[in-house]
């Protein structure tokens, strides 16, 4: 895994996944949007190589993760790339959007920088194809 997208509005969220990101896997090109329109608009102009998985909040202003998601999920070169929904929230009627939205997994944000670091870990360690499997 070589390239990995963020779409978070918060700073210091962003901040702290980035700095986890670095610990863990100091190779891998991170790059970050605040909202999801300007990474659709990115990521449409294929211009730039396309990130290995997309990490999305689902608060947001101008487009939520699920409007970003669903926009997405809809432009065929994009399909194939993996979306982990990042978020605060735990509920599962949140999981389960999410899986019917076509995102490949979901996970809250966690309460440390360590807990942090170790769900990063644990996903860059998946390979990719089986991170592009709809979340179950």
């Known amino acids: 895994m070589n390239r990995i997208l963020l779409i978070d509005d918060d700073i210091d969220d962003a901040g702290l996944f980035r700095e986890a990101l670095k610990r863990i896997a100091p190779s891998i090109l991170f790059q970050h949007f605040f909202e999801g329109a300007e990474a659709l608009r990115h990521l449409m102009g294929e211009k730039d190589p396309l990130p290995d998985i997309i990490f999305v909040d689902i608060n947001m202003p101008?487009?939520?993760?699920?409007?970003?998601?669903?926009?997405?999920?809809?432009?065929?070169?994009?399909?194939?790339?993996?979306?982990?929904?990042?978020?605060?929230?735990?509920?599962?009627?949140?999981?389960?959007?999410?899986?019917?939205?076509?995102?490949?997994?979901?996970?809250?944000?966690?309460?440390?920088?360590?807990?942090?670091?170790?769900?990063l870990a644990a996903i860059l360690a998946q390979p990719t194809e089986l991170l592009a499997k709809t979340l179950d």
């Open 62 to 119: 101008k487009i939520n993760g699920w409007e970003f998601l669903v926009s997405f999920r809809a432009v065929r070169h994009l399909q194939h790339v993996p979306v982990i929904i990042y978020t605060t929230s735990s509920e599962d009627r949140e999981i389960k959007k999410a899986k019917a939205l076509g995102a490949n997994g979901f996970i809250s944000k966690p309460d440390s920088f360590t807990q942090l670091k170790e769900t």
